[in-house]
């Protein structure tokens, strides 16, 4: 009973020490309570952390990455896998990479987009430590024990764009996103062009959030959407159930973004762009601990690609709407880019008619990663910060 | 429906989660109590209502449940701030974490259960009045809910002794004391009301106008209902305006956008904050109520 008591006394105290903090700190803290570290295996493993920035159960971007980091453990018997989610895009991140080093973590995976510039620091202060981002594009020199990865998001949800032109009645289609950063430019982009590609009418609406979750915000963005006339919807934030939920409100259809909630709205749900991280997280590891880590292709920017048969982001199931011939279509497209083929392949127009890849070209993806306009087709500015 | 139009649908829509909760700050404030932990209360309320609805299939019944919550929580800011003469601006801030803590937790196995959220009721004749029907007669149960809690509170504040021994209770405690009256009790009952009023207008989010449960989900909108009062000087009309205010300039900037009207990207977020402070200048113009004498001293004791 005492040493209850001592624990909880601790525990509290622990509380109460870091409530002294300042406020972003405490938002942090509130969730690590939802984040209790995981671990899986003991013994001689090396210890493998996981940071999320929204919670582990969003039905999207952060609990892609959890279910990842779970597989991993129970895969790789010579890795112990913790994981703190919710922690915020600020000095936080370091707090937690540090704790978790003190933990005895010898490789960290920071997996959101505004980790870096804090994972790039802590990689360099920590050179026994390996850290890898979630996201970004380092184009400066990267040091031993740091690299980047992601995918070519945008193939897989040109084939979602596909589905959305095949079934849309009023050749209007919305698309919700967070803040406009190339991830998102070229998602829309490849979303309308994929669109066009199965019915040239489509136009794609967008409307942005400046913030990767909130929920009242989605809310108001996709009843303008469906005001508007749009009859399909689909995203790019971290969380996707407020945008289906208004969709299927309305009876209209749903393009997914991150993880697969065909559950929440199974006959609104056409398909949609769900990461699959696991085999790109292990392959990383294993690199990692077989000592070849500097120099790899994952001591870079590594972006994995359907052509390379490594995009970390698939094709999710489709829904019932979707027909058949349009299936076949779409898995055709599909085994297209898997042979080499690129969606954005000129030529290709911004909405103001200037040309943004020419004719016969197909632009690398660092190239692609520098497109700073919408397709034409695309209804919607890029705001100007 | 043209843009205008879901505009102001939306706005009120959107709105309501905010007047709601800012018409029990306005109970609470005039007390002589400032909850901050408003934005807390809204989270718990939001959480209790999914989850009752979940449990119980019906979103009226979640409703209730998400009034009980934030009560519980707005119980608890009462018992520290009056009995244990907590600092009001430092309980209200741990209602906030400690909800953020506990819906983080409990609300973890919700974000994928579906639910029915409130339906749409056309009030007959009403909603078919031209242009302003289907704006203000073509929504939930709780958006009518807000018509009928404003029309109440302005009733109760100006003609009935419960709005008196309110107002008193903020100002002097001792009169209402002497009077015979418990200062106490009174502000116990105003904070708890209060907070009820913040965990419904947390219902309209998770199951009314958004029909889902996300972690945070309020995201500060309960913050804004505070600060709402204050720039209202607490009175329930000006609340009103500033809350729909609020609301409409929030779904005015996705509108905007479908419309394909480029605005530059900080404006156009620091809009509805910067309508509702204009707006709340211009209803204010003919000056308002002092704030709450206890009020004022609770905050300027504050060191």
Known sequence: MLKKLTFLKKRVLKLFATIGGTASLLVSLASCGTSTASASSSGSA????????????????????????????????????ITA??????????????????????????????????????????????????????????????????????????????????????????????????????????????????NPKAKTYVVNTSNWCDPLKQTEAASALLAQGADVLSQHQDCQTAVIEAAKQAHAYVVGYHYDASSLDPSGWLTGSVWNWAPLYKSIISTILSGHF????????????????????????????????????????????KAGASIFKGPIYCQNGQLLVPAGVTPTYAQINNFSCFVKGVVGTIPQG | MNGFEQT???????????????????????????????????????????????????????????????????????????????????????????????????????VND???????ISIPGLSQVPWLGPILFRQNLLVYAGYILIALMIFVLRKSRIGLLLKATGERPEVVSVAGNHPNLIQVTAVTVGALFAGIGGAQL????????????????????????????WKPLRVMVGAYVFG?????????????????????????????????????????RKAPEALSRALTDVT
């Open chain 2, 248 to 288: 409409i300039a929030l779904s005015a900037e996705s509108v905007l956008q479908t419309n394909g009207i480029a605005i530059n990207q900080y404006l156009l977020d620091a809009l509805p904050y910067l309508v509702t402070l204009i707006a709340l200048v211009i209803v204010s113009r003919r000056g308002g």
């Open chain 1, 294 to 337: 500097k120099g790899s292709k994952y001591n870079a920017n590594f972006v994995g690609s359907f052509a390379a048969h490594d995009n970390p982001l698939v094709l999710a199931p489709f829904g019932p709407a979707v027909s058949s011939g349009m299936r076949s279509k779409i898995l055709a497209e599909e085994a297209k880019l």
């Open chain 2, 206 to 233: 998770s199951v009314g106008y958004v029909g889902t449960w996300f972690d945070d989900m309020t995201s500060g909108y309960g913050f804004v209902a505070v600060a709402v009062v204050l720039f209202a000087s």
């Open chain 1, 85 to 198: 989610d919710n922690i915020p895009e600020n000095s936080s991140v370091t707090q937690t990479m540090q704790a978790m080093v003190n933990q005895g973590a010898k490789i960290i995976f920071a997996t959101s987009y505004g980790y870096f510039p804090y994972a790039l620091k802590f990689a360099k202060s920590h050179p026994t430590i390996t850290v890898l981002h979630q996201g970004e594009y380092l184009t400066g020199k990267f040091p031993g024990n740091f690299g980047t990865y992601w995918g070519e998001a945008f193939e897989p949800v040109s084939l979602g764009g596909m589905a959305a032109g095949s079934v849309t009645k009023t050749n209007k289609l919305g698309f919700v996103y967070a803040f406009p950063i190339p991830q998102t430019i070229d998602n829309i982009d490849a979303f309308e062009l994929g669109a066009q590609s199965v």
């Open chain 2, 114 to 120: 579906a639910i029915t959220p409130l339906p749409i």
């Open chain 2, 8 to 110: 102001l649908i939306g706005g009120i829509a959107g709105g309501t989660a905010i007047v709601i909760p800012a018409l029990g700050e306005l109970t609470s404030e005039l007390s002589g109590i400032v909850n901050l932990g408003t934005e807390g209360c809204m989270l718990v309320g939001a959480l209790g209502a999914y989850a009752v609805t979940v449990a119980t299939g019906s979103a009226e019944i979640g409703v209730a449940g998400g009034a009980v919550a934030g009560a519980v929580f707005g119980l608890l800011h009462a018992y520290l701030t009056i009995y244990r003469k907590a600092d009001q601006l430092t309980s209200g801030l741990v209602i906030w974490f400690l909800a953020l803590g506990i819906t983080g937790v409990l609300g973890t196995g919700y």
């Open chain 1, 46 to 81: 090396t210890t493998v952390g996981f940071i999320m920035v929204g919670s582990r159960s969003d039905y999207g971007y952060n609990q892609a990455v959890y279910v990842a980091s779970q597989t991993v453990a129970a895969e790789m018997s010579n890795v112990k896998v």
